[in-house]
């Protein structure tokens, strides 16, 4: 699976066998141990805009290898399908000024069908008031 983050606010995951990487601050790969029966918490775009760039939603990417069979259950979270997500005021430092405009998951599902390079530009980036 190539690199994304995910639209939801949280996504909750269980793999079978290694193979998550998430992409560290300094946009090195780096491998998400196998525990067994571990769940996997991962902040999406939806927390990101709501808490103004505060927590950031994690670049992953999936790897496989020819030898061992993975399976991967993911639960993504969500707010319903028309809601307005916009940072929140409560988060918004002296100058009130929200780093990225509103959006609903409607306008991210607009956005994936109307844009074949959807994986190669993020759609929370597009929400940014200057680029980062
Ligand atoms: O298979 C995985 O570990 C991750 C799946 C994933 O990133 C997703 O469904 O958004
Ligand atoms: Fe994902």
Not at 42 to 60: A, F, P, R, T, W
């Amino acid at each position: 699976m190539p690199p994304h983050s995910d639209f939801s606010s949280l996504t909750i995951l269980l793999q079978s066998s290694q193979g998550l990487q998430i992409m560290d601050c300094n946009k090195n790969w780096v491998g998400v141990p196998y525990i067994e029966g571990a769940l996997i918490v991962q902040l999406g775009d939806q927390v990101e805009v709501m808490s103004n760039g505060i927590y950031k939603s994690v670049i992953h990417r999936v790897t496989v290898n020819k030898d061992v069979k993975r399976l991967s259950f993911a639960s993504l979270h969500s707010l319903p399908l028309h809601k307005k997500i916009s940072p929140a005021p409560e988060v918004l430092g002296e100058n009130n000024t929200p780093a990225y405009g509103e959006f609903s998951f409607n306008d991210f599902l607009d956005y994936i069908s109307s844009n074949d390079d959807f994986l190669q530009q993020r759609f929370i980036d597009t929400l940014k008031k200057s680029p980062s």
